[in-house]
């Protein structure tokens, strides 16, 4: 009986997680990103979501083969670009996936009042904490597993990026099925299946966060360079 089977008589417990965690991220490590996710529908049906940042719909379109349906997870932190926010609207209306916003606690002008106007740049980690991490954690609440787009090849900091690892911080599965994929991979594949990509990735942001703290790259960059410009901080918190 998987975990999916089992989901209306109880919920697994961390410590269950923790292990299967632990043996798939060992046992799919070469396996292709389709039986990654295929792997995930069938082990926690309902209870695995697909979270995406409107970069591209890649991650979503690859789960939506193996689990029509799945929920694809936005978060819509009130400072997205307009193209975003687009990207979003076109998946939910033409791709086979239930795309669910979460939004912060407080509205930006709501924030502004009790922190004070561009906290983003007085703050980031704070901002970041309220508009991201913090809903994302209320929003995973009903999920075992959550899928990423992260890839090892994107910055230093996701070099060890497991394809199936444990989110210890939120008690869940974390499953990254093009863990091991580069850039060309994720063109081939875009270019393949017609897949949806944000505008701006033609546009000289290769990675697409909230407008204020996102610029474009410059050539020779990595391809996070344009986040968060000009400070230490390289992770919005949501993966670390």
């Known amino acids: 009986m998987t975990i999916a089977d089992d ?19 060992r046992e799919l490590e070469d396996a292709p990103a389709l039986d990654i996710l295929r792997w995930a529908a069938e082990t926690f049906g309902p209870r695995f979501c697909v979270t995406s940042s409107m970069e591209d719909a890649v991650v979503a379109h690859l789960a939506s083969r193996v689990m029509p ?36 606690r407080q509205t930006v002008a709501e924030q ?14 704070l901002c970041c904490a309220l508009r991201k991490v913090r809903p994302l954690e209320e929003g ?12 090892r090849d994107e910055s230093p900091t996701r070099a060890n990026t497991p394809v199936v690892g444990w989110d210890a911080k939120r008690g869940k599965v974390k499953v ?20 949806l990509t944000n505008p701006l ?6 990675s697409i966060g909230c407008a204020p703290c996102t610029r474009r790259v410059r050539a020779g960059e990595d391809a996070r360079a344009g986040r ?4 230490a901080k390289t992770e919005c918190g949501l993966h670390g």
């Open 112 to 125: 502004d009042a009790q922190y004070g106007p561009r906290l983003h740049d007085r703050d980031p980690d």
């Open 228 to 231: 968060w410009a000009g400070r």
């Open 201 to 206: 990735l033609m546009d000289g942001y290769p």
């Open 7 to 25: 989901r209306h008589l109880r919920r697994p417990t961390a410590d269950e997680l923790r292990r299967l965690a632990e043996r798939a991220g």
């Open 69 to 104: 349906g799945v929920d694809v997870v936005f978060l819509d932190t009130g400072y997205h670009f307009p193209e975003t926010i687009g990207t979003r609207d076109a998946v939910a209306a033409v791709m086979d996936v239930n795309v669910i916003t979460l939004t912060p």
């Open 140 to 151: 995973l609440k009903a999920y075992d597993a959550w899928a990423t787009g992260l890839r």
């Open 176 to 195: 990254s099925p093009i863990a091991r994929w580069t850039q060309d991979d994720v063109e081939a594949y875009v270019s393949e299946h017609g897949v």
